[in-house]
């Protein structure tokens, strides 16, 4: 796969695309799109860790709404680059630079 | 579900669902005029874009029925400004304009101007058996040949009367003039606000988009309403109606017809699949939807029993993947109890389901000791719930 434009601040570091749909979007201050750089560190980031971090930097309220205990609140869908996230490991999902994450609630109805 | 799909075969799956479900029921007739409610989220969206593209295959396999769309802005219940309201409405219409159905557009408000018909059920027609269907898919498909035949065909759809679906239907959207009056707006406000609980609030909206919905179909002369409720939703609303003691009417409230308004039948199209198929189909093949904030947005697990029962199968699922689809496959099992017609019994104004009374009070010891069994005709049987 060729990537295009990578990651320059520091070796190991990440570039993501976080999305959010379905009402998600209301936990982010309705922010749909979110591009971010995770920093290198020791073990490989995986899908946990990124939870851990979008608590701590990205949630601007209710996190409870949003995750659960170290996973995402039940009825959130995770799509990694459009294929389920369980299809991928789910937690363990190793990330990869430029990886798409996305976020649909499917709790908000109609 | 534990099944892994490629894109197409998804696709396959998600769109033969679909049509199985009306094909099965055989409750749609060729040329019927069917609204769909649409409220812009995922699964109601999901169902009238498959509609949308069912109505445009060959012939064969084309959908036959005559389609409008009815949106609901309840702003008003959920305590919007006019402005955010204006602006969702915006979105709405840009979709709306692009499916060329007719689309009435209809506030909450317009609640305080129901006739007091709307809570009278209305003569039955009686639902046709299979016999009837084959009769007039046959009789249909005889129309259309004969059309051809006299070289009459003009558009696919001219068959079905003055309903062009291929033109686009600005005439025929009925959009309000303008936003409703302040005045409404705002007896509308109270009378949420008024409401204590968000278990109550959220079923005091169901009731009323439920009688407005109707309304717009029977002044518009549809005999059916489609809506979107979705497997993962209807196994909620199994579990929430029970908790609310619905108990009896849980045939009609989750089943795929509902026939308790009488001229009108609504009917639950979306039932067999997932949100989580929604939300991936929607994705997948960019089905338009519009995000609108409701009375429960935000809201606590805890805050009503809808919420709560939603976190409870929702957390349940997560681990053992067959609860949604055993409650739903329980919901099919209900039977609902033989109807005598709209005269037998009250009804309740509010869900216009049969009061759920046992006018003997044969449950009671009292009861029971001044039965006299050789008297009395054997109790009509009840739905099995």
Redesign the interface.
Known sequence: QSRLGFCRSSPGCLSLALLC???A???FDGVKKHQVTLPGQEEPWVIRDLLVWIKKNLLKE?P??FIQGDSVR??I?V?IN?A?WE?LGELDYQLQDQDSI?F?S????? | AGDAFCRDCFRAFYVHKFRAVLGKNRLIFPGEKVLLAWSGGPSSSSMVWQVLEGLSQDSAKRLRFVPGVVYVDEGAACGRSREDRAKTLTDVRQILQTLGFPWPIVTLEEVFALPPSVLRCSAQDPVGTMGTYKVAVDSFLQQQRTLAAEGLRGSPSSAQGEEQPSQPCTQDSQDPVGPPPAAQTEALSQLFNSVKTLTAKEELLQTLRTHLILHVARTHGYSKVMTGDSCTRLAIKLMTCLALGRGAFLAWDTGFSDERHGDVVVVRPMREHTLKEVAFYNRLFAVPSVFTPAVDTKASEKASIHRLMEGFLLRLQAQFPSTVSTVYRTSEKLVKAPRDGCAAGPRCLLCMCSLDVDSADSATAFGAQTQDFSQTPPPTPRAKA
Request: aromatic letters at 0%; hydrophobic letters at 40%; a negative charge.
């Open positions: 749909r379905g009402g979007e209301l936990l209710r409870e709404l039940p009825g869908l799509l459009d389920d299809l996305l649909i499917t709790l908000h109805g109609g």
